[in-house]
């Protein structure tokens, strides 16, 4: 008896090793089907093989910052969690507590990152070889094609307005951009980013090189990675917005050096303010400088800072007299000043992790677009928002906790989420402004306006009941539980830029020249005015909403005191 029960014994112990090495050689030949797959949508031919094909699915997304590296430690990874779907349900990532539109924001984030993995796996790592789908020049598109050239980063000749679009860009809607303001060239790069300027790029490519469709044109040649499909702008597509007008900045006493301190000039009879405008524009020279019949290009310099400004009439002599003159009149082209417009992620990872804090509505976006422009380096995003990624903020879809980036705007309060960061911005706005932009982006979105309906809801007590409250505990928090801390007011921003600026870049140990920083402030309104109609009520605050958020300002000022600090600016503080 003993004998039989031997050789079962031995059965079940091959069995078990069988069904081991079949559950092996079945996943296995599941994560080949799986790579497989994502492989299809790419084009028949012979191809190189990329560095990308010998890692497997989890390192790829780990490496682009599409996963946590916590998910890759778990006991089980499905091809849900490799592929970036709906990662967040798992007990790894259980949702934040916080307000819903915080919450919101994971959705978006959820569905963005599916599509970036599934075009990053997809796109080629080198040129395609041309056939018969391969992207064309788009023939809808009002302006002559003039080809594919490299683009060379940081020396692009193409680097005036810049904005993406990851759902729904076109030839047609990259050209608009341009023709507002005024540019001659608009270049499309990687489907989706949009490049103006007066300038061919250098380095011209064969058409093969630019092999990326436009994400909303399929079949239009939208460049490819780091190639620019290059159209010449002619006219505005109907429909869109008016090109931008010249804007005069006033009259100003010449620099001491006269007018040899200017770039570039045009001397010619009857000259005229549209005239001077259109040839400083084509230059790419954000100002045009009219003395009589004199017309000069420039850029704002130490010593032609346009702050101190004259007496308009001084400048309103007859033309033979006011060429002699000391004074200029000076106007505003439609062009950007790109002296401070390249931007770039961190060469190598920050050791110091620094965030830019703040509540919402106070102006983080506006600081953000300060910050890179001053300092020449993206900043980060505790989340996503696709809307600013479309406006150039290139550091929404990297990960926040990359360090690739100078620093990482939250929202977030709390001692756990505090503590992740070495230092910080923290950025306060008065509560009054801070809850109406927040409500009206809430309602209407970054650029937009609450509509009067929305005012006189429900809605709007509510949201003043709970946010109030949140813009004192943001503080507190952070006071409490901040390592190393600067405090900046929105509205000593605001009026002093440059001086609450360089000191902002210095707490971020970033040296920067004074030019640069003068073309921050020539270019510190950027793409973030709202638009449309102001509601009818100015101030939608009623005496009780008033009581209670007077009392959070109280609590906030004492607590900057008791920190070290100067407390709230006054036009904070209730008397």
Same mark, same amino acid.
């Given at each position: ?45 012979? +191809? ?58 994971? /959705? ?84 989706? *980013? ?65 007018? #040899? ?64 003159? *000391? ?6 082209? @439609? ?95 008065? @509560? ?13 979105? #970054?650029?937009?306006?609450?509509? $009067? ?12 009941? /709970? ?21 900046? #007011? ?20 970033? /040296? ?23 509601? #009818? ?5 009623? @005496? ?5 958020? $007077? ?22 503080? @209730? +008397?």
């Amino acid at each position: 008896m003993a004998k039989p029960s031997f050789r079962l014994q031995k059965l079940l112990r091959r069995t078990q090793f069988l069904l081991f090495f079949l559950t092996a050689a079945y996943l296995m030949t599941g994560s080949l089907l799986l790579l497989q797959r994502v492989r299809v949508a790419l084009p028949p031919g012979p +191809r190189a093989p990329g560095p990308l094909q010998a890692l497997p699915v989890a390192a790829v997304a780990l490496g682009v910052g599409l996963l946590d590296s916590r998910a890759l430690q778990a006991p089980r990874v499905s091809p849900e969690l490799l592929l970036g779907v709906d990662v967040l349900h798992g007990p790894l990532a259980r949702p934040r507590p916080g307000p819903r539109w915080l919450r919101g924001r994971n /959705s978006e984030l959820r569905q963005l990152r599916r599509r970036w993995f599934h075009h990053f796996m997809g796109d080629p790592q080198g040129p395609l070889a041309p056939g018969p789908e391969a992207p064309r020049p788009a023939a809808g598109s009002r302006g002559m094609y003039v080809g594919c050239f490299s683009d060379s980063g940081r020396d692009r000749t193409l680097k005036g307005a810049v904005f993406f679009d990851l759902r729904k860009m076109t030839v047609s809607h990259c050209q608009d951009a341009c023709a507002e303001r005024s540019y001659v060239y608009a270049g499309l790069e990687a489907g989706a *980013e949009c490049y103006c300027g007066n300038r061919l790029p250098v380095t011209s490519m064969g058409p093969e090189a630019c092999n990326h469709e436009c994400k909303g044109e399929k079949g239009s040649a939208c460049g490819g990675v780091g190639r620019l499909s290059v159209y010449r702008v002619e006219e505005l597509q109907p429909g869109s917005r008016k090109r931008r007008t010249v804007t005069y900045r006033g009259c100003f006493r010449l620099p001491e050096n006269g007018t #040899h301190a200017f770039p570039d000039s045009l001397v010619q009879a009857n000259a005229t303010v549209e005239a001077c405008s259109r040839f400083c524009s084509q230059k790419e020279f954000p100002l045009a400088v009219l003395r009589g019949w004199e017309c000069y290009c420039a850029y704002p310099t130490p010593q032609f800072s346009l702050r101190d400004a004259v007496d308009s009439s001084l400048c309103g002599q007859e033309p033979e007299l006011q060429r002699l003159a *000391e004074y200029c009149e000076v106007y505003q082209t @439609p062009v950007q000043d790109t002296r401070c417009t390249d931007r770039r992620f961190l060469p190598t990872k920050s050791k110091v992790f620094v965030a830019l804090s703040s509540f919402p509505g106070a102006g983080n976006t506006w600081a953000r677009h300060l910050i890179e422009h001053a300092t020449g380096f993206y900043t980060g995003s505790y989340y996503f928002d696709g809307t600013l990624y479309n406006k150039g903020f290139k550091g929404e879809k990297d990960h926040w906790r990359s360090r690739r980036t100078i620093c990482v705007k939250t929202h977030e309060s709390g001692r756990r989420e505090i503590e992740m960061f070495d230092s910080a911005i923290l950025l306060i706005r008065n @509560p009054y402004r801070s809850l109406v932009a927040e409500f009206n982006r809430k309602c209407a979105g #970054h650029l937009g306006y609450a509509a $009067d309906r929305n005012w006189k809801s429900k809605e709007w007590p509510d949201f003043v009941n /709970s946010y109030a409250a949140w813009w004192s505990s943001h503080v507190l928090d952070w006071l409490r539980y901040g390592k190393r801390l600067l405090v900046v #007011h929105y509205e000593e921003l605001r009026h002093s830029l440059l001086p609450t600026l360089r000191e902002m870049v210095a707490f971020l140990n970033v /040296s920067v020249s004074e030019e640069r920083l003068l073309c921050v402030e020539n270019n510190k309104e950027g793409s973030f005015r709202r638009r449309g109609r102001r509601p #009818h009520d100015p101030e939608p605050f009623t @005496p009780e909403m008033r009581t209670l958020i $007077d009392g959070y300002i109280r609590t906030v000022d004492k607590a900057l005191r008791e920190h070290g600090g100067a407390g709230l600016p006054g036009e904070y503080v @209730p +008397r």
